[in-house]
């Protein structure tokens, strides 16, 4: 799925798993530049999370 930095893929992946973030690919071959790209969008569930990472961490 990524060609980037294999630790920050491991991580999107967990997220997904977690339904924290939502990941939408897009092949080369759908893409109108012939490039595979991905779209993140952090869930309602991952907006709850990170609010109370937010609130334990102060």
Do not use: H, N, P, W
């Not at 924290?20 to 595979?36: C, L």
């Amino acid at each position: 799925m990524c060609r980037g930095e294999e630790l920050i893929c491991s991580g999107c992946r967990f997220l997904d798993i977690l339904d924290y973030i939502e990941i939408t690919t897009m092949s080369k071959e759908e893409s109108a530049s012939g490039i595979a790209s991905y779209r993140v969008r952090i869930t309602q569930d991952g907006l709850k999370a990170a609010d109370i990472l937010k609130r334990e961490l102060v």
